[in-house]
C-alpha cells in the first residue's frame, strides 16, 4: 500500500536527530540522464515500499513518467540497476511485476500511452542501450543461468538472442552510426574488478553480430575493463587498470581492427576513473560536445573534470573546482553534465555543469532537516593497519559530549567497495548522540587503486577484521575515544566484517550486523549466480580450504565473553540467505551471548521500506544504549 511523502520540517538543532528525519521521509536519486535537452532521473521512494519511478524536469516544473503502479527496477546479476534506456523520443524500461520483469516503450513527448513490448520468462533483464531514433533495444537477460546479450524489435516485440559466449556480459554501447557494438564479458570465478575484457562486433543487416572480437582484456596478466564509450570520430574509450589505477585508454577509430590494439593511456593519474561493477549502468565518463567529461577517485574522494581534444590530438585535462567529495551516475548531452553528487556538508542530488564555463547547480533530493545546524563532516584518518600497512578511514567527531565519546565502527558492504565521505544523516544521527564515528576503508577497499583492493586476496576475514580493529585502537591509543565504549557495525559484507571483531577482540563490546555473511562454506552453496565464485579469490578453493571456510566464518568463532550482537535479516534475502542469520543467533544462543534477531518478511538484500529503515536503526541505537 502506498504511503504519503511529507516533507521533512527542520528540527530542533539542540536535540538529537531522531529516525523518522533519517530513514524513510527523503527520496533516493538514481540514474539521472539528459536526452533532447531535458533532464530524466529515478526517484526510489522508501514512503512507497522502495518503489522506483521515472521522473523528468522541463521548465523548472517536476513530473513523474510512469503509472503509480509501476516499478523501475531490475533484479540483474542479483543487485540491479540500469532498468532505463534512452532514445531521443522514447525509452525503454524494466516494469518490476509480482510475476517478473517486463519491458515497455515509454514515449517521452506527447500523450501515447506506453506499451508493452514484451515479458519473457527470465530471472532478470536490464543493463540496455537504445541508439537514437533506431527501432531496437539491445541489453542483458539473465536466464538458463547465464547471460545472454539480447536483441528486443521495438516495433513488434519480438526478441533476437546475440551472444551468450560468457557467464556473463554488461555495458553494451552502440557506436555513433549505429552499425557497431561494445560490450564488457566476464568468467567465473572472476569478478568484473578483476578480469574482465571488452568486445567489439559489427551489426549485420538482421541486426545479429558479426565477427566479434576482443580488444581488451584477452592477455595473460588480469585486467579489468570499465565504461566502453564511443567517440563522436568512432574511436573508443574506457577505463582500465593495466597501469595499477583505472585509468582512461583510448583507441583511434583506425586501430579497432588492429591484430594488437594500441590503446592509448590519456591520464596517467595515480586516481581510479572506474568502479566496481556491483550494479549496471554505472557511469564515471560522458562523452559531450566539447570533450569527454570524467569523475576520478583519489584516496577515496571524487572529483570531476572535462577531457579535450585540442591540435595535434594532444588531450588536455581541465579540473572542476567543486565543493563535493562523490559524484556518481555521470551522464552528458551537448555541453551540459549531469551527475549525483554530495559533500561533506551538501546531501546528496542533481549536480549539472557546463562543460564550458565550469558553472554548476545542485539541487539535493530533499530538504536538509538540519538546516544550518553545523554538522560533524568526514577527515582522512590514516593509520597502520594489518601488518603495518597504511590504511585510511573517514573521521566523524562527536557532537557535545562529556568525556571521551564512544566510538561507532562501520565495515561497508562488498566488501570491493568503499566508505564515502559525504554528507549522511545517519551519521550525523550517531554524533549528535555524543559518538564518534569511523568508516573504515580496509584492505580490499576500491578507490585506491589495484593494489590496495588486492590486499584482500586470500585474506577475507584477516585483513578487513584487522583493519577495523586498528582504526579503532589508534584512536583508543590516541586518547580520542573511549576505549570502553567502542561498537561495530555492517551489513552483508560489511556485516561478516563486523562479525568477525566481534569475535577478535574485546575491544568490541557491542555488535549490529544487517543481513551479514556468517557461513562461508554454506555461502558457496547458497548465494547467487554472481558472487558464486567470489570467495575463491578471497578466501580460497573450495572445498580444498574448507578448513580456512570454517576458521573464518563467525558462525564457527562464538568465544566466551564477547560481545552482544542485534541482527537484522530480510526474509526475501537471495543473496545472503535467511537461514545464515538464523543459525548465527542460535549459535550465539547456545554459547551464553546476547543477540537479538528482526525479521522482515518483504525485505531483500539491502532494505527499501522507509518504516524498516527507521525500525533497524532505532532498535541498533536502543541495543547499544542498552549494552554500554
Known sequence: MKGTWRPVMVLDPTQPLPASAVAGTLPTWKEPWLADGRLFWLEQRPWEQGRTTLMTQADGQRRELTPGDWNLRTSLHGFGGAPVAFGQHHAVVVNQTRTGPALWLLHLHGPTPPRQLCQPAVVAMGDGCLHGAGRSWIGIWEQDNRDVLTRVCLDTGASRPLRAAADFCSSPSLSPDGRHLLWLEWDLPAMPWQHSRLWLAQLDEEGGLEAPRCLAGDGDAAESVFQPQWLPD?????????????????????HLNSPRPPWRRLLPMEADFGLPQWVAGMSTTAVGETGLAAAYCRHGSWGLGALRWSSGNTPRWQDFELPFTEISSLRADGGRAVALAAGPRQPSGLLEVDLVDGQWRH???????????????????????????????????????????????????????MARPCFSLETQFWTSRGWAVLDVNYGGSSGFGRSYRQRLDGAWGVVDVEDCTAGARTLAADGRVDPERVAVSGGSAGGFTALGCLCNSNLFRVGACRYGVTDLAALTQETHRFESGYLESLVGPWPAADQRYRDRSPLHRIRDGQGPVVLFQGLKDSVVLPEQTERMADALRQQGVMVEMHCYPEEGHGFRDGGVQQDVLLRTEAFFRKHL
Open 234 to 254: 568512432g574511436g573508443v574509450v574506457m577505463a582500465s587498470d593495466r597501469s595499477g589505477y583505472w585509468n582512461l585508454h583510448h583507441l583511434a577509430p583506425d
Open 363 to 417: 539541487t539535493p533530493a530533499g530538504v536538509n532537516p538540519l538546516g544550518a545546524t553545523p554538522v560533524s563532516t568526514p577527515e582522512a584518518f590514516w593509520f597502520p593497519g594489518h601488518g603495518g600497512r597504511r590504511t585510511h578511514g573517514w573521521l566523524y567527531r562527536p557532537g557535545a559530549s562529556v568525556g571521551l565519546p564512544p566510538l561507532l565502527v562501520r565495515c561497508h558492504g562488498g566488501p570491493t567497495a
